[in-house]
């Protein structure tokens, strides 16, 4: 994909899913806004690849629409940004996994999704920084009150939290799922360190990825690619591990670009149809 970028704009969370339906339109119709103005009005597609867009087309792409009234339009998962960052024939037999928040993979069968995974951090969060973060602090807790190993994710969420963990509850829960999350960073560093309770913690995040990939290749029923996004899967850690994988099922691959170049090259693609 070749051209020149000539405007860029960043929003905040859009996932209907996490913020609701009226803030995620809201979002990214000033965003669409806010280029089309730059551009004088002149957009001819819009592509978006939205986490959280399927069963919110509707509500999104009207979002979209009002904010660029004359340009071709499609709302769709984010996992498609991904496909599209593969090299090659991206229509091909593939799988996407993508783990931010929360973890969810993608299979590409003869043209058809499967979705493996990704239900809600309630329901399903293998893979995906809450369920690590949620974990480590889990596990300052349990040898706080005598329960747990010695660990030094204790020492880790007192700095995070800003106090001790076992006095900061209610901010914990006031705050919330992303917040949360936002102590994953904390457990793998002290995996590094040799801490043996987070090691075990960022052992079975690397273990729901393995789940993916296994289910992944039953589908596609031989070795495939697999691109991979989100947050905590491109931590260095991570990537060190998920890179030293096996690879007789698939291959794991790190787009070299950002995902939001796949929506643009899919933006390319609806413009020319």
């Known amino acids: 994909m070749h051209g020149e970028i000539l405007n860029y704009k960043v929003g905040g ?34 592509y978006a ?20 009234p004359d340009a071709k339009i499609k709302v769709a998962s984010d996992i ?47 893979g995906g920084a809450y369920s690590v973060g949620r974990d480590g602090l889990e596990a300052a807790l349990r040898y706080h009150d005598g329960r747990g190993e010695a660990t030094e994710l204790y020492a880790r969420a007192e700095v995070y939290l800003g106090m001790k963990p076992e006095n900061a509850i209610k901010k914990i829960y006031a ?41 992944a290749y039953e589908i ?9 996004g989100g947050g905590l899967i491109y931590n260095s850690y991570m990537k060190s591990r998920l890179l030293a994988l096996p690879d007789d099922k698939a291959r794991i691959i790190y787009p070299e670009k950002e995902q939001i170049y796949g929506a643009l090259k899919l933006a390319l693609e609806l413009s020319k149809e």
């Open 220 to 228: 596609i029923g031989r070795k495939f690619d697999c691109a991979v």
């Open 49 to 68: 690849g939205i986490s959280g867009a399927i069963g919110n087309e509707a509500i999104l792409r009207r979002a979209v629409s009002e904010a660029c």
């Open 80 to 126: 498609y940004n991904l496909f599209a960052l593969l090299e090659g024939d991206t229509s091909r037999d593939a799988a996407v996994i993508i783990c931010g928040t929360g973890g969810v993979c993608f299979t590409r069968k003869d043209g058809e999704l499967h979705r493996i995974g990704g239900w809600g951090y309630l329901l399903d969060t293998f």
């Open 13 to 46: 969370p859009s996932n209907p899913n996490d913020v609701g339906e009226k803030q995620a339109a809201n979002t990214v119709s000033s965003i669409i806004r806010e280029l089309a103005d730059a551009e004088e009005g002149w957009i001819d597609s819009v």
């Open 175 to 215: 705050e919330g799922k992303t917040f949360i999350a936002g102590f994953a960073p904390e457990v793998l560093h002290a995996c590094e360190a040799g801490d043996a309770v987070a090691a075990g913690i960022v052992d079975s995040a690397i273990d729901g990825i393995c789940g993916y990939i296994d289910r």
